[in-house]
């Protein structure tokens, strides 16, 4: 995948399951300044529904994109306040 901006910070989540890439996310976004994106690697499939579910529900992020290679799910979060 080429993504179509700037990775600020890249999140290694693999081998945790839920809730954790959430909260490791959400810990990792309060530290990049707005305008910024945040990269999240993960191998929880459920991963893709729920930080696509964080990033609606929360003001001042943006999910840019997600995408699935084989047993890992890409999340690119963009902090946006």
Not at 48 to 56: F, K, L, N, P, V
Not at 68 to 73: C, F, L, N
């Amino acid at each position: 995948m080429s993504a179509e901006f700037d990775i600020t910070e890249t999140l290694d989540v693999k081998g945790a399951s839920c809730p954790m890439p959430v909260l490791k996310t959400k810990s990792a976004i309060d530290d990049i300044d707005p305008g910024g994106v945040l990269e999240v690697v993960a191998t929880d499939s459920g991963s893709m529904s729920d930080i696509d579910g964080w990033a609606a529900g929360t003001s001042g992020v943006e999910l840019l994109d997600q995408a699935e290679d084989g047993d890992v799910y890409r999340h690119y979060v963009r902090k946006t306040e």
